[in-house]
């Protein structure tokens, strides 16, 4: 059966680009999805599958029932896009000034969507229901998972799957960890309060600047002599904002950055550090310093049984040519907290064009994708449906 499906996915590989060229045209950022959910709704009501709109407000659901009982198997594919003015040139580039797919969703989308039509073609032979998650705002925390889950998208679910079209991984290459894949993605914000003046009369100010130049500079310190060095953190400024004339002293200073790991227990560590580090050393100088720490998603862990059958599944799937057990990356996913609540996988499909000159990163201006990896992940993502059913 994993043979047919993946012919008849090949016959619709066209259409698959067409509605992610079509959504790419359309991005719609997180938290503001109109059209999208819209048109998601529609092509599964079409299909005759169970709709679902406005779960956790903005996201859709689908359910399509095999002609068999069976295991309940979840697959998940986000639609948001972001902020970000598209420079790639592309004859299908956005057509709304300031906002972008520079991180794939589109494709995510496009082969969950004909992923669903090819199975409902096979629905009398499946041993088993397949729900189709399609997520808004996944890229701006607290996202859009969380508030899914509360709305009952998990609800029966045995085993959930996901996939990421990654554009820096090489076409024909799956990789996959058997626990942490991506980190958590935590967010710090301190407010540097000191006494402004003349730059001329430096002793007579406590100046925000340097106090939070200090702070930096400690910050860095926390993963090197704080955190156990078989543990991993990053803790990265990324903002650092006082603007005044040239001869004046700046009374405050504002400076943001992100925390991340995988681990709880540093996770908390990196938390109680940097508040510590920023009240503390604003007070050695006589100012003050207020420290937010916000925590963003939770890291995403994979299930050790799930993820070697997503590796299993890989291996057969057709246009993959290498399976990888990688390391994790320090980017982040509110998938996280779709295996808090049941069993799952998540792994990354190679979308990195062999013939192009600069692979651009997530989030760039310049970002793109091979479009054939979206065939490769819809096979491996439907051979995981079948996988599970007959396993149950």
């Not at 972008?100 to 039509?117: F, I, Q, R, S, W």
């Not at 603007?243 to 996770?267: L, M």
């Not at 560590?269 to 420290?291: D, F, M, N, P, Q």
């Amino acid at each position: 059966m994993f043979k047919e499906l993946q012919q008849k996915l090949s016959e619709h590989y066209e259409e698959m680009v067409e509605i992610r060229r079509y959504l790419h045209e359309r991005p719609e950022i997180s938290f503001h999805e109109e059209d999208t959910p819209s048109y998601i709704a529609e092509y599964h009501r079409k299909l005759g599958h169970e709709v679902k709109e406005g779960v956790g407000e903005r996201g859709v659901t689908a359910v399509l029932k095999g002609g068999k009982p069976g295991p309940v198997v979840a697959l998940r594919a986000d639609f948001d896009a972001l902020p970000i003015k598209e420079e790639t040139g592309l004859p299908f580039a956005s057509k709304v000034d300031g906002a972008m797919h520079a991180c794939g969703h589109d494709g995510h989308t496009a082969e969950l969507l004909v992923l669903a039509k090819v199975l409902h073609t096979m629905k009398d032979e499946l041993a088993g229901t397949v729900v189709f998650i399609h997520q808004h705002a996944e890229e701006l925390a607290p996202g859009g998972a969380q508030a899914m889950i509360a709305d009952g998208c998990l609800d029966g679910v045995d085993v959930i799957y996901g996939t990421h079209l990654w554009a820096t991984t090489p076409l024909g290459r799956m990789e996959y960890t058997e626990g942490p894949i991506m980190a958590a993605a935590d967010k710090f914000s301190i407010n540097v309060r000191g006494t402004g003046g003349h730059g001329a009369q430096p002793h007579m100010t406590k100046d925000s600047i340097l106090i939070g130049s200090q702070i930096v500079q400690s910050l860095q310190h926390i993963v090197s002599r704080a955190v156990d060095p078989m543990e991993s953190a990053v803790v990265s400024v990324g903002h650092f904002e006082s603007v005044n004339a040239y001869n004046v002293i700046a009374d405050q200073a504002k400076i943001v950055g992100t925390a991340r790991s995988f681990d709880e227990g540093v996770r908390d560590l990196l938390a109680e550090k940097i508040v510590s580090i920023a009240e503390g050393t604003a007070s050695s100088y006589g100012a003050e310093a207020e420290a937010i720490y916000e925590r963003g998603y939770p890291a995403v862990i994979n299930h050790k049984e799930e993820a070697r059958t997503a590796a299993k599944v890989a291996e057969a799937a057709e246009g993959i040519e290498e399976v990888v057990l990688s390391k994790p990356q320090m980017g982040g996913e509110d998938f996280a907290y779709y295996l808090q609540h049941v069993k799952g996988a998540f792994f990354f499909t190679g979308a990195m064009n062999p013939e192009w000159e600069t692979a651009y990163p997530h989030h760039h201006p310049k970002f793109d994708i091979d479009e054939r990896a979206m065939l490769h992940a819809a096979n491996i993502l439907g051979g995981l449906v079948l996988e599970t059913f007959d396993q149950r």
